[in-house]
């Protein structure tokens, strides 16, 4: 039985109407600001997934009835096309994986159903009460161990791990260890043959530059490592840590965040504009807890949907959010990088990190099938942690310190849509409640869009008109639009991959690199690495992998990078 938002908590009369009261008085003077977004030509980070994590629930979730479990699979890991599940895993766990594989298998197993793309991201996490990891090398043996039996013994194949969940806590490693651990995983991987499984890297919500940099100055953990990897709760990405992604050409993880409603989406948007590649939500759904009555913070806060023994179940009111993010930008999307016309830096840059945040944060994205996603959210108003209790409220106020309750009148401008006349989308605004109001077609002319009144704690959604999550694997590619007309990918009845790009003019010759993903985000193949002169090319791809082989059956993304531009297009291999 499915209930949105379900048992409320019985508020007096006399608070609900004195609360009523002091909103109408706040609206009258809510005043009207403009602001412009602009989305610059060329940026190369590629959408690569949203995800979730799961713990153990004490026996719940099992005991749901199948119709239940698969109902939550078919709303988060299909309907907002989530394709990383975090599973955090300690020294409380057998190293043989039995122990991993009673608490997680059978919810891996729903989500497979419907979500085969599924990337599993492993989370080790300090022995006992946080203390210091002393022994570093049993430490990476002991996960990488657990790894190799979960693969020989119970068929789990991690993808992606991280080396110790946010490491600054409680000091369990200090940041001259960081570097030396991403390589004692990495060596351990390889000498069990799991040479595929990515290691990922710090995994903490404070302050990043340090830690990052550590990693950054030492050659052999860079080459170990696949990506960078933060927390975001009352901090994002930021310039830095975006300037620190495009230097080195690695992956950006958010693999933990929580929060309530239109926080959630403006920190997503914020992190997609500023270089993350994937993004991770807490919970995606767990139990409400014993006694939980729905207006629980802390359930509220870390789960996206919820569920009980009885086997109802639902969505809180950010699920309407995300699932809109999903529907506009698809996995593959390459995202253009956005500034507003605010003279303040975090204003103008959109970093939601410490502090006062930027009312506005926005993304967009060129998705594969050649059409444009863009999401913008008016995060301004303390009411936007709606339904907390009055402590929480404060704590955000005193620390997050919202900006002023505003309606926006949004400009959005996209460089690469000017001069290409009008082009439709289709548009939807979340509100604080959870409602998505259908606003119909919408006109993007000469590459600019104006969208009036966007109220506090609510987000525009626009994407291609008629539109369900653009980033379905069963739906044959679109033809390019001359947008995207700069990569085009052909196949040929022996698997023979054409694949035809232009370097737009330029002095001299540009770096080109074009690779091959599968849709877990795993590199199967790179075409090309070198400079290359202005004008049209063509090379043809045998379909083999890095090891030489024929890789299987499916869909894969092609994407060429290069210092002008980004592009990407889905191919269909038989």
Not at 189 to 218: H, K, Y
Not at 227 to 239: D, E, K
Not at 398 to 415: G, L, M, Q, S
Not at 520 to 530: I, Q, Y
Request: charged share 20%; proline share 5%; glycine share 8%.
């Amino acid at each position: 039985m499915y209930r949105k938002n379900a048992v409320w908590p019985i508020v007096p009369l006399t608070y609900l109407f004195a609360a009523l009261a002091v909103c109408a008085v706040r609206s009258a003077c809510f005043a009207d600001e403009s602001i412009t977004i602009t989305f610059s030509a060329g940026e190369k980070r590629v959408f690569k997934g949203l995800g979730g994590s799961f713990q153990d629930d004490a026996g719940r979730y099992p005991s749901l009835s199948e119709d239940t479990r698969m109902a939550l699979a078919e709303m988060v890991w299909k309907g907002c096309d989530f394709r990383v599940l975090r599973l955090w895993v300690g020294f409380e766990y057998d190293v043989e994986g039995e122990t991993f594989a009673r608490r997680y298998k059978p919810y891996i197993d729903d989500v497979k159903k419907v979500q085969p793309n599924l990337i599993l991201l492993f989370a080790p996490c300090a022995p006992g009460n946080n203390p210091r990891v002393s022994d570093m090398q049993g430490y990476a043996n002991f996960f990488c161990d657990m790894m190799k039996n979960l693969k020989d013994n119970h068929g789990i194949e991690i993808n992606v791990t991280g080396i110790c969940n946010e490491p600054h806590v409680s000091g369990r490693l200090r940041d001259d260890q960081l570097a030396p651990m991403v390589k004692l995983f990495r060596q351990g991987l390889d000498s069990r043959g799991l040479n595929d499984v990515q290691v990922i890297a710090p995994e903490d919500n404070m302050d990043n530059t340090n830690r990052w940099q550590v990693i950054a100055n030492d050659a052999g953990a860079m080459q170990a490592l696949s990506g960078f990897a933060l927390h975001s709760y009352n901090t994002c990405s930021n310039m830095w840590t975006f300037n620190k992604l495009r230097e080195t050409g690695k992956d950006g993880w958010q693999t933990e965040s929580s929060g309530f409603a239109v926080n959630i989406a403006a920190r997503i948007l914020s992190d997609l504009n500023l270089g993350i590649n994937y993004w991770v939500h807490f919970f995606a759904y767990l139990d409400r807890g014993e006694g939980d009555d729905g207006g629980a913070t802390l359930t509220k806060d870390t789960r996206i949907c919820w569920y009980n023994r009885d086997d109802t179940y639902g969505a809180f009111e950010k699920y309407y959010y995300v699932k809109e993010i999903s529907r506009a930008l698809g996995v593959g999307a390459v995202m253009r990088h956005g500034a507003t016309d605010r003279s303040d830096g975090k204003q103008k840059n959109m970093e939601n990190t410490y502090g006062p945040k930027p009312p506005i944060c926005a993304a967009a994205g060129l998705n594969p099938d050649g059409t444009w996603g863009i999401a913008v959210v008016n995060q301004s108003d303390d009411l936007n942690v709606y339904g907390v209790p009055q402590n929480v409220h404060d704590w955000i106020m005193a620390h997050a310190r919202p900006y002023p309750a505003t309606t926006f009148d949004v400009t959005i401008v996209v460089d690469e849509l000017k001069g290409r006349g009008d082009v439709e989308m289709a548009a939807s605004v979340v509100l604080r409640d959870g409602t998505v109001e259908d606003r119909g077609a919408v006109l993007v002319k000469d590459g600019a869009l104006m969208f009036d009144d966007l109220p506090a704690a609510a987000m525009l959604a626009l994407r291609p008109p008629g539109a369900g999550p653009v980033s379905t694997t069963a739906e044959a590619p679109r033809s390019p639009s001359p947008a995207s007309a700069s990569l085009r990918v052909t196949v040929a009845a022996d698997r023979t991959v054409a694949v035809t790009f232009e370097i737009p003019q330029a002095s001299g010759r540009v770096h080109a690199r074009i690779d091959v993903y599968d849709l877990r985000g795993k590199t199967v193949a790179n075409l090309l690495d070198s400079p290359m002169p202005t004008g049209s090319h063509r090379l043809v791809w045998d379909a083999k992998g890095r090891n030489g082989q024929p890789i299987s059956s499916g869909s894969y993304m092609v994407v060429l990078t290069s210092a002008q531009a980004a592009h990407s297009s889905m191919v269909e291999l038989k």
